[in-house]
């Protein structure tokens, strides 16, 4: 059962998500290559307990390949490779999805307690 219905969403979810979005904003849209879509429609929906550990060690590996691709650009106008915004937007855009998804992260948890708990 999903934890606030009918949302498809858990914390795994998120992580899938997120690992699509360090790849298209960063990984990709920095350092240019291919892009893949590891997960397509089914990052928030999608995995299950026998998927966690793959689906961090996919999460930790864009994140390296977006490490590099961030270094890799001299200055925070730099343009990326792949979706040719400079790196400072870009930046602020991943701040803007990690605030986010950290916030129905916390709200997952509250329904999981059942209660509001500080």
């Known amino acids: 059962m999903w934890s606030i219905p009918p949302v498809q969403l858990s914390v795994l979810g998120l992580i ?4 699509q979005m360090e790849h298209v904003y960063l990984a990709w849209g920095l350092g240019g290559g291919e892009r893949l879509m590891v997960y397509g429609d089914d990052d928030y929906a999608g995995g ?11 999460y930790f590996a864009e994140i390296a390949r977006a490490d590099g691709a ?14 040719k915004q400079p790196l400072g937007a ?10 986010l998804h950290s916030g129905q ?9 059942g209660e509001v708990v500080r």
Not at 16 to 19: E, G, Q
Not at 51 to 57: A, I, N, W
């Open 70 to 83: 961030i270094s890799a650009l001299p200055s925070l106008d730099s343009v990326g490779l792949g979706h």
């Open 105 to 113: 992260a916390h709200l997952l948890r509250y329904a999981a307690l």
């Open 90 to 99: 870009t930046l602020i855009k991943m701040l803007d999805e990690y605030a």
């Open 16 to 19: 899938r998500h997120m690992t």
């Open 48 to 58: 299950s307990a026998t998927t966690v550990e793959e689906d961090l060690e996919l």
